[in-house]
């Protein structure tokens, strides 16, 4: 086959559950499970089809490597690849939009109700034996608390904040919503629209949901966290460099934040100490909200087509 394809880090996507075939039908498949930075040329070689998850891919590589046509990014954000010199290159760059909306919909709120119940650390408790030894029927460690007739505050209403939104309303939550664009037909009695100021000062709980760009690197900072209402309940599924997380790390530790539970953080995986991991009231896990099979599984299949498409001289997701 003339077409020779290399993913340089498939491992994140397809740890084994998954199958490359629909790549390997449109081409010489290569996959490498993770490249390191000084590994990228050489495992391009004379590819002409590149596709990358985290690993980067700047105007270095692209001078290093002309055979290269096409850039799949397997994930929405695309920051990895400097998408203006492979304009320069000539070379096409696709990234997958909409796989995870439901995935990560639904993560929100797995984290939201571990807040709510402590689900993992009462069933520590019971296991380490303190209900066979509890004076009463039942015990609780922390303040648990009903969503119903709460506010939520979800600041970026795109395609997976709508989703959170529409579980919101489901467990009987008010909405407010911040977006630059405001679709209408998302407004109901349970969900309006807002400025910034109002969102902060009257949600019970914030989920961010908003892409990382100049304006909203550092959005959750000590001004902002100030303009919340004390106990609010944090989440944050989006990017991790929208927390100044020393700031939010203060915030916890005062109590004017109660509890924060974030999926993404500043530097991943953390490589020091982090403020967020050593604060008792935040839960923090490893960037897992986009990773169910099913969500996966379409995201394949959409980086599988993106490609079709390419060579087929047709354009999809192209960024």
Same mark, same amino acid.
């Given at each position: 086959?003339?077409? =020779?394809?290399?993913?340089?880090?498939? +491992?994140?996507?397809?740890?084994?559950?998954?199958?490359?075939? *629909?790549?390997?039908?449109?081409?010489?498949? !290569?996959?490498?499970?993770?490249?390191?930075?000084?590994? @990228?040329?050489?495992?391009?070689?004379?590819?002409?089809?590149? !596709?990358?998850? #985290?690993?980067?891919? *700047?105007?270095? @590589?692209?001078? %290093?490597?002309?055979?290269?046509? +096409?850039?799949?990014?397997?994930?929405?954000?695309?920051?990895? /690849?400097?998408?203006?010199?492979?304009?320069?290159?000539?070379?096409?760059?696709?990234?997958?939009?909409?796989?995870?909306?439901?995935? @990560?919909?639904?993560? @929100?709120?797995?984290?939201?109700?571990?807040?709510?119940?402590?689900?993992?650390?009462?069933?520590?408790?019971?296991?380490?034996?303190?209900?066979?030894?509890?004076?009463?029927?039942?015990?609780?460690?922390?303040?648990?608390?009903?969503?119903?007739? #709460?506010?939520?505050?979800?600041?970026?209403? *795109?395609?997976?904040?709508?989703?959170?939104?529409?579980?919101?309303?489901?467990? *009987?939550?008010?909405?407010?919503?911040?977006?630059? +664009?405001?679709?209408?037909? +998302?407004?109901?009695?349970?969900?309006?629209?807002?400025?910034?100021?109002?969102?902060?000062?009257?949600?019970?709980?914030?989920?961010?949901?908003?892409?990382?760009?100049?304006?909203?690197?550092?959005?959750?900072?000590?001004?902002? !966290?100030?303009?919340? #209402?004390?106990?609010?309940?944090?989440?944050?599924?989006?990017?991790?460099?929208?927390?100044?997380?020393?700031?939010?790390? =203060?915030?916890?530790?005062?109590?004017?934040?109660?509890?924060?539970?974030?999926?993404?953080?500043?530097?991943?995986?953390?490589?020091?100490?982090?403020?967020? /991991?050593?604060?008792?009231?935040?839960?923090?896990?490893?960037?897992?909200?986009?990773?169910? #099979?099913?969500?996966?599984?379409?995201?394949?299949?959409? %980086?599988?087509?993106?490609?079709?498409?390419?060579?087929?001289?047709?354009? =999809?997701?192209?960024?």
């Amino acid at each position: 086959m003339d077409t =020779k394809i290399v993913v340089l880090d498939g +491992y994140t996507l397809n740890p084994g559950d998954l199958s490359w075939d *629909g790549f390997a039908k449109l081409g010489d498949l !290569i996959v490498h499970e993770r490249t390191s930075g000084e590994d @990228v040329v050489d495992r391009i070689g004379n590819a002409s089809i590149v !596709i990358t998850n #985290k690993t980067p891919l *700047g105007k270095d @590589v692209f001078e %290093a490597c002309p055979s290269i046509r +096409y850039v799949g990014v397997l994930a929405t954000g695309y920051n990895v /690849v400097d998408v203006a010199s492979a304009r320069e290159h000539g070379i096409v760059v696709t990234n997958i939009p909409t796989y995870g909306t439901t995935a @990560v919909a639904q993560y @929100v709120f797995a984290l939201l109700l571990e807040m709510c119940h402590h689900v993992g650390a009462h069933s520590g408790a019971v296991k380490q034996g303190r209900w066979h030894s509890s004076k009463d029927f039942c015990f609780w460690d922390y303040p648990l608390i009903e969503l119903a007739g #709460k506010t939520m505050g979800i600041v970026g209403l *795109g395609r997976i904040g709508h989703a959170a939104s529409r579980i919101a309303q489901a467990f *009987g939550m008010r909405v407010l919503a911040f977006d630059a +664009y405001r679709n209408p037909a +998302y407004e109901s009695d349970s969900l309006r629209y807002v400025e910034m100021d109002e969102l902060l000062s009257s949600s019970d709980v914030i989920s961010l949901h908003c892409p990382l760009t100049k304006e909203t690197t550092g959005l959750v900072n000590a001004e902002s !966290i100030a303009k919340m #209402k004390k106990g609010v309940l944090l989440v944050n599924t989006s990017r991790g460099p929208l927390i100044v997380e020393e700031d939010l790390a =203060k915030a916890l530790e005062s109590g004017h934040v109660a509890s924060a539970a974030v999926d993404v953080l500043a530097e991943e995986p953390p490589r020091d100490v982090n403020v967020l /991991v050593e604060s008792a009231n935040c839960i923090v896990t490893p960037h897992i909200a986009w990773a169910p #099979k099913e969500s996966r599984a379409r995201l394949m299949d959409i %980086a599988v087509a993106n490609l079709e498409a390419f060579l087929a001289g047709k354009e =999809k997701n192209r960024v």
